[in-house]
């Protein structure tokens, strides 16, 4: 009979301990601060300046006046107080005839007819001047079938709707130039 040893089992040794440094992802949040510290004071440095504007007033254009002729376009609500304000008209306009276009129950189209004692440069340049320093955006400029010039204008709404305004300037007379003033809102692009 031949003997046999009996076998030893061996106990598997742990890894080694390693030690993991943090250093590599220091240097990376320490880059990343000293850059943001950098351009913050660069622009800090480098920014204009800002200064506060004012409504622009073009010499030789017509004075601009807020008037009651809104205040049935206001006064139902429909129009937010950011879109309410920023309606004038060229002081010693005239209202010749208010028409209800239409819109819906929930949307508001109205325009207005007006005539005012200036010739029909000085009135546009008025409603691009005034209108554009007020927030609107000027959207469109174009002619008329019937002789006149049209701007169409645009600013965003507080109650969530885009509102455009055109302003339609008819042939003028002598002493006068009739047109059109119409708010309306834009109730969906699709």
Do not use: C
């Not at 890894?15 to 943090?22: F, G, H, L, N």
């Not at 440095?45 to 800002?50: D, E, I, K, L, N």
């Not at 409504?55 to 006064?75: C, D, K, M, N, Y």
């Amino acid at each position: 009979m031949v003997q046999t040893e009996p076998a030893t089992t061996r106990v598997p040794t742990p890894p080694p301990v390693r030690r993991v440094s943090i250093l590599p992802a220091a240097a990376v949040l320490g880059v990343a601060v000293l850059t943001l510290v950098l351009f913050g004071f660069l622009n800090l440095v480098a920014s204009p300046r800002t200064t506060a504007t004012t409504q622009p007033v073009v010499i030789g254009g017509l004075r601009a006046e807020r008037t009651s002729i809104f205040r049935s376009w206001t006064s139902h609500g429909l129009v937010p107080a950011n879109v309410a304000s920023a309606l004038l008209v060229p002081r010693g306009a005239r209202l010749l005839s208010t028409v209800g276009v239409g819109g819906g129950q929930d949307t508001f189209d109205r325009e207005d007819r007006l005539v005012v004692a200036a010739p029909r440069s000085r009135l546009l340049g008025f409603y691009r001047s005034h209108l554009v320093g007020l927030g609107w955006s000027v959207i469109s400029t174009s002619g008329t079938a019937g002789g006149g010039d049209e701007i169409l204008f645009q600013k965003g709404g507080a109650d969530g709707f885009y509102w455009e305004a055109g302003v339609v300037a008819a042939a003028p007379t002598p002493d006068a130039t009739p047109y059109t003033l119409r708010l309306f809102q834009v109730a969906d692009f699709s």
